[in-house]
């Protein structure tokens, strides 16, 4: 479980991150609103390991620090941070990642073997800046999760590509409800979707100190070992490294 208490992040003259909390576990998809791309950003970085906090506490299955939540967490399509050069094909894209995953995990990936087996073939081609939204959605978020060690996605604003929630929302929603692999998935997002019902939080929300005690309790949920389903899921390097 992913837990942020109060999780702030000072800028030059007002706060870049305004304290904000925030719970999700796996199993779950959270999405996290506010209106600045910058504070945006600034959750998704501090939620992710990337950015050190000025205030509050942030933790993964209950170890504080950055080094755990680095180790577990995957950010995706940040922009100004680690969203794909436009001048990259898809291909080249991949063997950058790919190139990035822990050696004890990465064999000997290639990046036409990956494309083939995740059926990405059809975009190799193309510069990142012509994929279609919900492609690049399903391609980088496939990259996040060539990593095996990967529980928690924590994805930067995917609505910025365009108006249509279809381009992200499915997607995520799956990968979050994947029995085979659990993991938790948090989005920033400018505002929520109509009709959204799921987990969500605003950025800069207020907690009063009641509520915040019953943050970060796992609600009598069992967290599968992770050798669990990092077995299951063994597939995700196996056959790609020939």
């Given at each position: 479980?992913?837990?942020?208490r109060?999780l702030s992040?000072k800028?030059?003259?007002?706060?870049l991150?305004?304290?904000?909390?925030?719970?999700?576990?796996?199993?779950?998809?959270?999405?996290?609103?506010?209106?600045?791309?910058?504070q945006?950003?600034?959750?998704?970085?501090?939620?992710?390991?990337?950015?050190k906090?000025?205030?509050?506490?942030v933790?993964?299955?209950g170890s504080?620090?950055?080094?755990?939540?680095?180790r577990?967490?995957?950010?995706?399509?940040?922009p100004?941070?680690?969203e794909p050069?436009q001048?990259?094909s898809?291909?080249?894209?991949v063997?950058?990642?790919?190139a990035?995953?822990?050696?004890?995990?990465r064999?000997?990936?290639?990046?036409?073997?990956w494309?083939?087996v995740n059926?990405f073939?059809?975009?190799a081609?193309?510069?990142t800046e012509?994929?279609?939204?919900?492609r690049r959605?399903?391609?980088l978020?496939a990259?996040?999760?060539a990593?095996?060690?990967?529980d928690?996605?924590?994805?930067d604003s995917?609505?910025r590509?365009?108006a249509?929630?279809?381009d992200?929302?499915p997607r995520?929603t799956a990968l979050?409800?994947?029995?085979?692999?659990?993991l938790?998935?948090?989005?920033?997002?400018?505002?929520?979707?109509?009709?959204?019902?799921?987990?969500s939080?605003?950025?800069?929300n207020?907690v009063s100190?009641?509520?915040?005690?019953?943050?970060?309790t796992?609600?009598g949920?069992?967290t599968?070992?992770k050798?669990?389903?990092?077995?299951?899921n063994?597939?995700?390097?196996?056959?790609?490294a020939k």
């Amino acid at each position: 479980m992913l837990c942020a208490r109060q999780l702030s992040v000072k800028g030059r003259r007002v706060d870049l991150l305004p304290p904000t909390s925030l719970q999700v576990a796996r199993g779950e998809l959270l999405l996290a609103a506010g209106e600045r791309q910058d504070q945006r950003t600034a959750l998704a970085l501090a939620l992710s390991g990337r950015m050190k906090s000025d205030g509050g506490t942030v933790s993964w299955d209950g170890s504080a620090g950055v080094r755990p939540l680095r180790r577990a967490s995957a950010l995706v399509d940040s922009p100004g941070v680690n969203e794909p050069e436009q001048h990259l094909s898809v291909a080249d894209l991949v063997t950058e990642d790919l190139a990035l995953i822990p050696r004890r995990y990465r064999g000997a990936l290639l990046s036409k073997p990956w494309l083939k087996v995740n059926r990405f073939e059809d975009v190799a081609g193309m510069w990142t800046e012509q994929l279609p939204p919900a492609r690049r959605t399903e391609l980088l978020t496939a990259l996040a999760l060539a990593n095996p060690g990967t529980d928690l996605l924590v994805v930067d604003s995917p609505d910025r590509h365009g108006a249509d929630t279809a381009d992200w929302l499915p997607r995520l929603t799956a990968l979050a409800h994947d029995g085979g692999r659990p993991l938790a998935v948090v989005a920033t997002v400018s505002a929520l979707p109509d009709g959204w019902t799921g987990p969500s939080a605003a950025v800069g929300n207020v907690v009063s100190a009641p509520a915040e005690e019953s943050f970060c309790t796992h609600n009598g949920r069992k967290t599968p070992p992770k050798s669990d389903y990092l077995d299951k899921n063994s597939s995700l390097t196996d056959g790609v490294a020939k």
